[in-house]
Every structure is written in structure tokens, then in C-alpha cells.
């Protein structure tokens, strides 16, 4: 008994090239037109594409199985404990990094019955959801910055609005809190958390001190 094999026809080649088309055309406008225009980074655009690509790929060609759900899962999970060692990667990377590979699985493995429509309409919602949130500037961030000050007399409490005052003058922060993590009597210098709201997440460590 031979085995039937499904022959490869003209509607296999024009769904993989819609697919294709939707998912290139959004990625495009995730990495060229809402990440690069504010963050300039060339090499996380290589990195989101390809992962984008080839994971589109992979996933539409071995997807075929009745193991969509648990092979889209799995395959997120493989990813889920990549990182980069040789550089930093903050949060809202790995975030970019995370709709890329999603929009590869959703573009490869989503069933169509309706010619595309839902599923422009869940890349669309997306990429807007992503573009709004990447522009909320009315939010503030309270970031802080680990401080090693040199004025050991001004963190008694009831110095606490001179000490704040003090380091807005040096910082040119606007700090409104101050936490003490610990104290160097032989250098005469404490290490502060000091506390202010940005835009960004700016976590540093500054040192006031005249000491090297």
C-alpha cells in the first residue's frame, strides 16, 4: 500500500505568499517605522528581522502536523531563555524581541477562513498597540541612582530635606527620596539610593565623593 503524498499546488505557493507578504510588511513597520526611529540601534534590527523570518519558516513549514499549538508553545519557550551575554538588554528589547518572534508564529500557524482578514486585523492591532505604547510620554518613570556621598552629617533624619536639596544641586536630579544602603565610617562616605521620575530607565551609580 503506497503512501499518498500531498502534491505541492498553486494554492500551497499563494498562502505561503500572503503569509509571506503580511508578515514582512509587519515587521517592516514594527522594526523601520516604531523601534529604529527612536532607539537607532542597527544591530538589534538584524537580529529582530531574522528572528522574524526564520521563524516564520520554520514554523510554517513544520506546522503542518497536528502539533500547532504545542509546537508554536514549545518554540516560544526555547526562546524565552535566550540572552544576549555580551551586552546589555533592557526589558523593553527583549519586549521588541518577544512581538517579533510572536508575529513570525501568528503569520505561519493561524488558520484563515475568511482571506486574511482577521488576521491583518490581529497584526494591525499589534503594531498600533505597540506604537501607542511606545509614545505614552505622560507617564514618568521613577528611576534612582545609587549614590556614594561624602556628606555623612546630612542623613540624619531630620536632615532629610538638606540632604535632597544637596543633591538636586549636584545631581541636577530632581530627587524626592532618598533611602540609605550603608555607611563608610573610614572613608566618611555613605552609599545612597536616591529616587526621581523620567522618562526613561536610568539606573546608575554616581559618586559625589572628592575621594578616587
Avoid: W
Wanted: aromatic share 14%; glycine share 4%; charged share 20%.
Amino acid at each position: 500500500m503506497e503512501t499518498a503524498t500531498k502534491p505541492f499546488n498553486l494554492l500551497d505557493i499563494s498562502d505561503f505568499g500572503s503569509r509571506s507578504l503580511i508578515d514582512i510588511l509587519a515587521i517592516i513597520i514594527l522594526v523601520g517605522f516604531i523601534y529604529y526611529p527612536k532607539y537607532k540601534n542597527k544591530d538589534f534590527i538584524f537580529t529582530f528581522v531574522l528572528f522574524n523570518i526564520i521563524n516564520f519558516m520554520i514554523c510554517y513549514l513544520l506546522g503542518a502536523a497536528k502539533i500547532k499549538i504545542g509546537f508554536a508553545f514549545g518554540l516560544f519557550a526555547i526562546f524565552s531563555i535566550i540572552r544576549y551575554r555580551t551586552i546589555m538588554v533592557s526589558i523593553k528589547d527583549m519586549g521588541y524581541f518577544f512581538v517579533c518572534v510572536a508575529l513570525g508564529m501568528l503569520n505561519s500557524l493561524a488558520t484563515v477562513t475568511d482571506g486574511f482578514v482577521i488576521l491583518i486585523s490581529c497584526n494591525l492591532i499589534i503594531l498600533i498597540l505597540t506604537y501607542f505604547l511606545e509614545r505614552l510620554n505622560f507617564m514618568n518613570n521613577e528611576n534612582y541612582k545609587e549614590i556614594v556621598y561624602d556628606n555623612v552629617q546630612l542623613i540624619k533624619p531630620a536632615n532629610r530635606e538638606d540632604l535632597i536639596k544637596d543633591l538636586n544641586e549636584r545631581t541636577g536630579l530632581d530627587i524626592h527620596k532618598v533611602d540609605v544602603i550603608s555607611i563608610n565610617y573610614l572613608k566618611d562616605t555613605v552609599l545612597l539610593k536616591a529616587y526621581y521620575y523620567a522618562k526613561e530607565s536610568e539606573n546608575t551609580i554616581l559618586n559625589t565623593s572628592d575621594d578616587d
